[in-house]
């Protein structure tokens, strides 16, 4: 499908008229701070970031995708030509700032003069994002996000049942595990990607097993449970500071500790770091202390509180997937480590890896983006395929949905015969569960 | 003794021998009879489904078309033509958790299905030769109530039906 055809899928109004001048001026004047300005002027054209990014390696190093050509020819000309830009070249910007870029912030690393080029992307979005240009599968998640606070349109009460549901199937197998909601002054709040209730609720068990073994006081909001944040990706930053919002209100609430996020990558990006600036906060911090899965699983493993069965360590080699959001973004990347030589016993790095580690292509609202993305999202991948190739790893484990889904589908175009797990599966099968949590064995023959 | 029944639509024309049971069995108790069909999601945290018309999100209008074609399908193996007990439903996700919660959702007195699944579709020339799949397994292992894995047109869950069939069958 031609680039223009994908382009001009809308949220919002749906209008297909001409481009409202005054709003995008709007948008470049409230960007137009001394760091944008600063790094629109200082690119040098060293090319430098051109051999960071993932597009450019998968693409035969064709130069219209290194990073510093990508936000010239958006941001950068939007702000050339003072606005004053039409529909067509709007809709050329959202096939480079959608279709060719996951703002994973790797090309920012490897510039000299430390251009973050993903927030450049970031602001063209926004610009695209207000007439109405955003891909369709965003656009989808926005309405969601208005209505019921949470990407996937999920209600109160099916979340609650949901969570209902899974304290009883877990309790199956751990004695004692309950799921509770709204529970003042828990020691941490856990809020997950709306994909785990929705889809995927075992994700919710599995987590709620772990937090039982370790004796955690914890609980899920019945509200801003949704930790993920697609608007910040489509460009809706008022959305997107509403979004995060309602996460932090409902901790300052229940008066938790900390905000315990899930497996995701962009969901730490979004709560940690970019959130309070979108909520505006004016301090830029966090109310409430947020900590990613990877973190607390490390520290239940570092201090004993979740003890692993040598027995039931991975045997098949395997590596790990650093989210760019966890990792690079997050900070994460020995904690990952770490956990991963408790869990494995043939552990294989990829290369380059940690916070140099590229990212895998689903990144920045890609997965979300949809079917009309995917030939491109294959294509680009390839450099992710061929990392975890070389590996020769039989496992990648990932703690981020969207890392997990392009894996998957990469290991299906790239024939990687790998399995993709996530850490808080591998806990669970290989923990130790003490007696006290052992499930109550049925009397033979009762009624 | 049945209140409802769901009958789980794989797609699979060998899955009829597990509706023809189901409806019998709910004709037979007065119970509800449910059919339900879960759109796979291409991985488990996926938003979009595989449908007919390949990789899509599941919308309402994927949902109402596919709601028409099974409707039509099932009703045209009922003797009544419009039976007042009967209803379609169809979800997205992960086939064996969707029916799992549906069935607790809908307080279900029993799970009616084939053997098979669309997780594999390399597998999909054994139907000759029946091998449980992977969400039949899941249900049954997992169900609040009793399951029925139906493989053969001998295998039928009422007894009038059992009767009809005579001894033997």
Partial sequence: ????????????????????????????????GARVRTWLNLCARCGLCAESCFFY???????????????????GEMYRRKGRVDRAFLERCHDILWGECTTCKRCSMYC?????????????????????????????????????????????????????????????????VTIPVDKAGAAYMYTMNPREPMFYPQ??????????????????????????????????????????KAMYDKALELGVGKILLTECGHAYRSAAFEGPYLAGIPDGKPPVEIVHSVRLFYEYLRDGRIRIDPAKKLKEPATYQ????????????????????????????????????????GGGGYIPMGPEFKGRRMASGRVKADQIRETGARIVVTPCHNCFDQINDLNKEYELGVRVLSIKEIICEAMIVPEEFLPEQEEEGAE | MYRKIVFCADLYASSDYAFAAAL????????????LHVLESRHRYSGQVITEDGETWATEEV????????????????????????????????????????????????????PYTMEDPDRFAETDHPHLGPNAQKVTLRAHCPVSITTSPKQRLAAKADEQSGPGS
């Fill in chain 1, 112 to 176: 000299p003069f430390g251009i973050d080029i993903a927030t450049l992307i970031a602001a063209a979005r926004g610009v695209c994002y207000s007439q109405g240009i955003v891909p369709e599968g965003l656009a989808r998640t926005l309405v969601n996000y208005r209505e019921t606070g949470n990407q996937m349109g999920m209600s109160v009460e099916d979340f609650i049942e949901t969570c209902e549901w899974m304290a009883e199937e877990t309790g199956d197998e751990i004695r004692g």
């Fill in chain 1, 203 to 244: 994700d919710l068990g599995m987590l709620a097993q772990i937090l039982t073994v370790a004796g955690e006081d914890w609980t899920v909001p019945s509200t801003g449970w949704d930790c993920t944040n697609l608007p910040m990706f489509a460009g809706d930053r008022p959305l997107a500071g509403k979004v995060v």
């Fill in chain 2, 24 to 35: 019998d069995l709910a004709e037979e108790s007065g119970a509800e009879l449910v059919v």
């Fill in chain 1, 57 to 75: 390696l998968a693409h035969n190093r064709d130069p219209r995708l290194s990073p510093a050509y990508k936000f010239k020819k958006t941001l």
């Fill in chain 2, 63 to 114: 949902f109402d078309k596919l709601k028409k074609k099974l409707r039509e399908y099932y009703l045209s193996r009922m003797e009544k033509e419009d039976p007042r007990k009967f209803r379609v439903e169809v979800r997205a996700g992960v086939p064996w958790m969707e029916i799992l919660r549906f069935a607790r959702r809908e307080k279900v007195d029993l799970i009616v299905m084939g």
């Fill in chain 1, 322 to 361: 650093d989210p760019c959001n966890v990792s690079r973004n997050g900070g994460l990347w020995e904690e990952g480590r770490k956990i991963m030589a408790y869990l494995t016993e043939d552990f294989r790095d990829m290369t380059p890896n940690r916070e140099h580690n590229h990212c895998c292509g």
């Fill in chain 1, 1 to 32: 499908m031609a680039a223009t055809e994908q382009a001009g899928t809308v949220a919002g109004t749906g209008e297909k008229g001409p481009v409202d001048v005054k709003r995008v001026r709007e948008i470049l004047d409230a960007n137009n």
